[in-house]
Every structure is written in C-alpha cells, then in structure tokens.
C-alpha cells in the first residue's frame, strides 16, 4: 500500500521543505495548515489547504481547524475494514496515509521569564495531539512523524518502495505516544503548579533522555540519564563537559553529591566525594586554599575522587589538582592557564555549571521497587533553625565557625552521620553507620590527634550519652545536633560534666 497522501503541519520548521519537497517528487499528495502552508507554498511546494478538506474554514484563531471527520476519518479507517471503506466512500473522505506534526512550543513558553498565564494556554496544542494519536493508533496502515530525525529513514522508505514498513511505522506510533505523553506531564505540571496542588492523586512525570551510559552501578547493568525538562541549570543534568571520558552512572551520582554540598558555601569551598560522601571540605580566602584544606582532611580517600569548587579554577590549584588521580573536577569555570594544565589528563573530566542562585524548588525522586518517594528537597539551612544552647557553656568564636561547618557537611552524609570539623575544615567523616556512637568512632579515628578541640556535628539526635562519652575522650569542645530525644538530659549532663558547649538546632537532616 502506497503513501499517497500526506497531512503535514509543523511548528518546528526544520528540514520540512526538501522533506515535502521530496514527498511531491515521489507522487505524495500533500495537504498543509497555516503557517506550514505558507512556509511551503513561498518555496513553491503545491499544497492543498486544511479548510478544502474540511469544506470549513478555520476559525477562533484558528484554533479549531484540523478537527474534522475529514481529517479524523481519513486518519482512522482501517483500510483492511469494509464498513470503514464503505464509510469513506460514502462521507467522500480520502485517506490520508502519512502524517507529520509537531506541536505548539509550549515547554519553550514556560521556559520564558515574562511568561503569561494566558501566553501558556494558548500555547498547549490541541489539534496537533489529536492528528498524532488518531495516526499512531492507526499505525499500521498510517505513518506518522514527529520528529524531524525521522526524516531521513521515512523519506527513503518511500522512496525505495513506496511505503512506510511496518516495523518503522510501529516505532513511530511508540515515539508519538512517548512525545504527547512528555508533552501533556509538562502542561500537568505547570497546571498543578498554577492551582497551587502539592500532593496530587497522580503523578505524571518526564524526562529526557541525555545520554546512553556505559552501564550502570556495576557493569552488568544497563543504565541510561535522563534530564528534567526545565529543571535547574544549577546541576549535574546541565553541566557543560569541557574534556575526560564519559561520565558513568556512579560519576553522576558523586558529582550530583558533590554539588549538593558545595552549594552550601558562599565562600570559596572545595568539596571531595568517594561514593557519595564527603570524604573531605575545606573553605579558604582563595579557592587553593580551600582545596589544600579539602586535600588535607583525608589525603588517601580524595584518590580516585569527585572534586567540586565553588570559584574558578586557577592555574595554581589546577598543579596541585593534577598531581593526583581525581575522576572529575566541578567548578563554574576554568582558566585558560587552568585549562591547559588539566587537559594534559586525557581521563580528567572537567565539569562547568553555572553557580547562580537556583529559585526552583524541586521535589526529590527516590524510586522503589514497584513504586516512587516523592519529598521535598532538604534546603534547610542553619539560618532556618531554632538555636537553642542547653549547655553551661557557650561555643566560643572559633567553635561556631567549626559548628556551622560541620552542621553544612553532616546534612550530606549517610545516616547514621557524625562529622568533625577544625580550623575551616572536616577532619573526621562517620558515614552510613548503624549506630550513631559507631559513626562518631569511625570519625574520631579518622580525626586522630587532629580532633582535640574541634566540634561535633550529628545529623540527628543522641539517644544515649555514649556518643557525648567519646566525643570528651577525643578532646572534642563543642557539638552541634538538633536535640529532641528523651534523653537529651543525659547528654547535656555528660558535656556540662567534660565543659564541653553543645547547640541544638531543632532540626534532623537524616539522609538514606
């Protein structure tokens, strides 16, 4: 069966003039609508308007013009059915057999900073979806088009045997329910949003498709990235990839980390990742200084790591950087003089994302076998909390800025999370523990000698004072944890018994 007859009407105009041009050279018959039609008329490509076929002219500015038995009918009867030939034939409806539409831009208009709620109705494509599902359901006798790549492949069908195979006509009905359904969870979204509803009956999520990766946490398993139509450009799924191999699976989730933690700091920080966890941070006046300080609180897990800065990376850092085996470094920009140091490992990948202040507020995804968490994102920041200091004794200058780095670091780490900070740095992590005294253990050994006078944070609760009992042992002065338990009197007791200063800020920030 023949394609005879083709409805084309674009709002991406690419590559459709030699694409119609070439149809009318292979016989196809076309008909066009609007803005279309007139494209493809000024490049002189015979086309019949919408409303001859309709025997209606377009109107409500024009919104309302493809929907017609004319063009439904001709689009829906089962060529193999005789009731629906007979129905053609009878009504005078000529089946049309190709069909290429893509819709109204409506992501793009949303993506404007001045948008209008009316500029964003009047954008969402009705007619277009309409076509496109009448056709895909109709798939194997109707081919349809909705993205210009498919040109090509459709174009040489026909030309070499003067249909479209069933094999790509199914493919293309599959890729017209995947784009409307990604269309329709766009306008969902901004809807919701627009009503105001927070914890909708259904969720209609999606995403697109970035890149194939190599595989995923292990390399038996196949794994794919996806990025959020207008999601954050203050993310991984938005950097720029400057040089290295490609990212794996296992490196966007560390640098996903990375960023995550770096973004707490307004003044020059570095942040080193090993398997999602900070295994060093440190702040500075300069950003080399931050990094010495990031390198220095565990010079032998930063191997094979994820670096993030949040300042340009210069020329001298950029030499201390490339003496070790790092996997990526994250920072919103690189010097040429920086550039030119680190391209020298071919491996290196350099990531830029642009550090800008980021006002949506999107919800945190965690799938499940067979379902979905759905949570806000933990932006509460210490300026947030309720402090209140149980304690005989207050921290000192020096301990609140210990505190207030460590409370930054620990809301990243993996529950059970103890994290020990001195002189604008981590010196000891505890991540991922079952018990929150075996975290704060992991971290006073890792601290060593270091941890004499440097402060505690926990990401919840002591429910004992055994955690207080080591941290005194290790010459610990002050400890930050959002307080709550019933036992919180045992602790205060234990550090007012070490002179030991402990704030409580009200608030957990446990992380699984």
């Not at 690419?14 to 008909?31: H, R």
Request: glycine letters at 8%; hydrophobic letters at 40%; proline letters at 4%.
């Amino acid at each position: 069966m023949a394609i005879k007859r083709a409805l084309v009407s674009v709002s991406n105009k690419e590559g459709i003039v030699p694409f119609v041009k070439a149809l009318v050279e292979n016989g196809v018959e076309v008909i066009s609508t609007g803005g279309t039609s007139k494209v493809l008329k000024e490049n002189g490509i015979p086309v019949i308007g919408i409303s001859e076929v309709t025997g209606f002219p377009e109107i409500m500015d024009g919104r309302v013009k493809t929907l017609h038995p004319n063009i439904h009918g001709a689009l829906l009867a089962i060529r193999s059915n005789e009731e629906h030939q007979k129905a053609l034939k009878e009504h005078q409806i000529t089946p049309i057999d190709l069909v290429v539409v893509n819709l109204y831009p409506f992501q793009a208009t949303i993506a404007k900073p001045d948008v209008t709620f009316a500029d964003a109705i009047e954008n969402i494509d009705i007619g277009g979806p309409t076509m496109l599902r009448s056709a895909a359901k109709n798939h194997q006798d109707v081919a349809v088009v909705v993205d210009p790549a498919d040109y090509d492949q459709v174009l040489s069908e026909i030309k070499e045997t003067g249909d479209v195979s069933a094999e790509t006509k199914r493919k293309l009905a599959a890729k017209v329910f995947r784009h409307t359904a990604a269309y329709d969870a766009v306008i969902a979204e901004y809807l919701t949003k627009q009503a105001g509803e927070e914890d909708p009956e259904s969720l209609t999520i999606t995403f697109e498709k970035k890149q194939t990766l190599r595989y995923g946490e292990n390399p038996h398993q196949k794994a794919t990235f996806y990025k959020k139509p207008l999601g954050s450009e203050f993310s991984i799924a938005a950097a720029t990839q400057l040089h290295g191999k490609e990212l794996s699976y296992n490196n966007i989730n560390d640098a996903d980390a990375a960023l995550g933690i770096v973004k707490e700091f307004e003044e020059p920080a570095a942040v080193a990742v090993k398997h999602m966890n900070p295994c060093g941070v440190g702040v500075g006046a300069t950003i080399e200084e931050a990094f010495d300080r990031a390198y220095a609180a565990d010079p032998v897990s930063i191997f094979g790591g994820i670096i993030a800065v949040n300042r340009e990376v210069d020329a001298r850092t950029a030499l201390k950087m490339k003496e070790i085996f790092l996997e990526i470094i994250i920072a919103p920009s690189f010097s040429q003089e920086a550039l030119e140091i680190l391209t020298e490992k071919k491996n290196l990948r350099l990531l830029t994302v642009p550090f800008v202040k980021d006002e949506k507020v999107e919800k945190k995804l965690t799938s499940i076998h067979g379902g979905l968490l759905v949570q806000d994102e933990d932006t509460f920041g210490l300026d947030d909390a309720t402090i209140t200091i149980p304690t005989k004794r207050q921290p000192t200058e020096e301990e609140w800025k210990d505190l207030k780095l460590a409370w930054k670091v620990v809301k990243h780490v993996k529950s059970n999370a103890i994290v020990l900070a001195k002189d604008n740095m981590t010196i000891g992590v505890g991540a991922g523990q079952m018990n929150r005294v075996g975290a704060a253990k992991i971290a006073i050994e890792q601290a060593g000698e270091k941890a004499k006078g440097c402060a505690m944070g926990s990401d919840a609760f002591f429910p004992m004072p055994d955690t207080v009992e080591e941290a005194a042992k290790a010459g610990v002065t002050a400890i930050i944890q959002p307080g709550g338990s019933i036992r919180d009197e045992d602790s205060i007791k234990k550090c007012d018994e070490y002179g030991i200063a402990m704030v409580f800020t009200g608030v957990r920030h446990f992380k699984h």
